[in-house]
């Protein structure tokens, strides 16, 4: 089968195309014939070798697919061959034709969604619910603001936050990003590189704060969210590619919170809890992927650069 492989840390050169033996699922596993593999911003990390995750070197990298079950290894009841279904953060692999994956990383994929939408469910989807329900505790009523909200991390939260009956602010650096984002359920749309954002924010809430915030770029805003939020509000950092200057006593007045997440930190009990939660809203449709762009697999390097670029418009794939 192809494959991405890596042999090394660092630079986009070292994402090279292979040919390699079809892996062949052990107990408990489940091998599955790839349709689609997402692109997360952090695979270019990993790649880099800048991140606190570093696979045994060479390694295929991927977390996300949208696929068809190949076949399965001893111990596995719930996926029998020619079943769809999406795979969910795996300890790599999916920039594959074929990815082996442990049975609680495989899920069904609804009949209404492509396998290009199942491979932008695991982990955007993940991360926008733990942020939210597991980090934030969101509530019925509540204000979130999205940052980077047209990107397949921002989008998902959007839509989570929307069933869930909270207000949704959005931000985005474009006007078809901002579009978008209206699209798929916010509230409101913000151009988060204007000067005159936390304005508009403050007039559309009537003077009022968030409770909470998702921040996908948090050395960039966190200053400004922590101006932002109200009586015992709640920034989640989802994303950060550098350092910060904050004041904490902003933080002490409203009582408010700055909490990280990881998905890196769920146990496999927590990440099927997390997708058994999705598992509703997929098949009802108002969880639904955006796919924004799709590449051969050939091209990963490309994508590796266009998921770090401004301005995404839901999530990059590519197609073995």
């Given at each position: ?58 390694f295929t990298p991927g977390f996300d697919a949208g696929g068809e079950v ?29 990815v082996v994956a442990k049975g609680f990383q495989v899920h069904p994929l ?48 959007v839509q989570l936050a929307r069933a869930a009956g909270l207000t949704v ?152």
């Amino acid at each position: 089968m192809r494959a991405i492989r890596i042999h090394a840390f660092g630079g986009l050169e070292r994402l090279t195309l292979e040919d390699v033996p079809v892996p062949r699922p052990g107990a408990g596993e489940v091998l599955v014939k790839v349709a689609a593999a997402g692109v997360n911003p952090a695979d270019t990390y990993i790649r880099s070798g800048a991140y606190a995750v570093k696979p045994r070197l060479p390694f295929t990298p991927g977390f996300d697919a949208g696929g068809e079950v190949e076949s399965v290894g001893p111990g596995v009841y719930e996926s029998k061959p020619g079943r769809r279904v999406y795979v969910a953060f795996t300890l790599g692999g999916t920039y594959a034709e074929y990815v082996v994956a442990k049975g609680f990383q495989v899920h069904p994929l609804p009949e209404g969604l492509s396998f290009e939408q199942g491979a932008g469910i695991g982990v955007p989807y993940a991360a926008a619910y733990r942020a939210l329900f597991g980090r934030a505790r969101a509530r019925y009523g509540e204000t979130v603001l999205i940052h980077g909200a047209s990107g397949g991390v921002g989008l998902a939260a959007v839509q989570l936050a929307r069933a869930a009956g909270l207000t949704v602010i959005a931000t985005a650096g474009s006007e078809k990003g901002r579009r978008l984002v209206l699209e798929q359920g916010a509230h409101h749309a913000l151009d988060h590189a204007s000067p005159d954002s936390m304005t508009e924010l403050r007039t559309f809430l009537k003077g009022d704060g968030v409770d909470i915030i998702i921040e996908m770029l948090a050395n960039e805003n966190l200053d400004r969210d922590l101006q932002a939020l109200a009586f015992k509000g709640r920034v989640v950092v989802v994303g950060n590619r550098g350092r910060i200057e904050i004041d904490p006593r902003m933080t002490m007045t409203g009582e408010t919170s700055i909490l990280g997440m990881s998905l890196w930190n769920l146990s496999p009990e927590g990440l099927a809890a997390v997708h058994a939660a999705l598992a509703p809203g997929l098949a009802d449709g108002s969880l639904h992927p955006v796919v924004g762009r799709t590449l051969p697999l050939s091209e990963a390097a490309r994508a590796h650069e266009a998921v770090l670029e401004p301005g995404a418009h839901g999530k990059i794939l590519l197609i073995p």
